[in-house]
């Protein structure tokens, strides 16, 4: 039987295939927000409980996933994580501290065809914050978000509209309700793990605002 002969060319393919490959496939889903104080999260945790007694079908947030996003990334490389990193210290190295107020429940499109349940936030430069990181994300390829930037924090997302008018009862209790202020002094990049539970969010880089006095 004639042996295969041997071809270097195949084994430097075939090594060229697996580095590139292992170079282009593990992508993480990304995205940027900032945290609230830990008693604000916990006065809304009490009415999120409050609104679960309802029984509506709805896909609650966990606790520790509640969050102010500023940018959603999609699927990013892991080499990109410090080129955004440094973007982002670029842009935030004047912006101060600013105060962050959460009041109010209510829902995305609305609350009679809700798909989304929020608990509102509102800040004066909140929307300067967001502008500055769409403006130093975008040499990075990443476009600037189309939709107006509208602060919230997701409680959970309605998967149908059964029990939503007990669920509705308990947001027009809380529509005005006044969750508390939080300090914020630094925006976090953050890798988003789907699993069967829930989302995981684990913290990549958190860059400090330019001036950590109010």
Known sequence: MKSKEFSPFSIHHSAFII???????????????????????????KVQAALQKAQGDIRW????????????????????????????REALREPPALRVLAQGLGAF??????????????GERLPELSRAIETALMPLDFPPEEREFTPHLTLGRVRSLRGWERVLAL???????RFGES?????????????????????????PLGNSSL
């Open 109 to 122: 499109p609305n609350l009679r065809r809700p798909r989304v349940l929020w608990a509102g936030l509102s």
């Open 183 to 207: 300090t914020v002094d630094q925006v976090t990049l953050y890798q988003s793990e789907l699993r069967p539970n829930g989302a995981v969010y684990s913290p990549l880089g958190s860059v």
């Open 171 to 177: 947001v027009k209790e809380y529509e005005h309700a």
């Open 19 to 45: 580095l590139h490959f292992s170079e282009v496939l593990p992508l993480i889903r990304a995205f940027i927000a900032v945290n609230l104080a830990a008693p604000v999260i916990e006065e809304i945790a």
């Open 61 to 88: 947030t966990r606790i520790e996933g509640l969050h102010l996003t500023l940018k959603f990334l999609g699927d990013i490389a892991r080499n990109q994580v410090e080129p955004i990193l440094t973007a982002m």
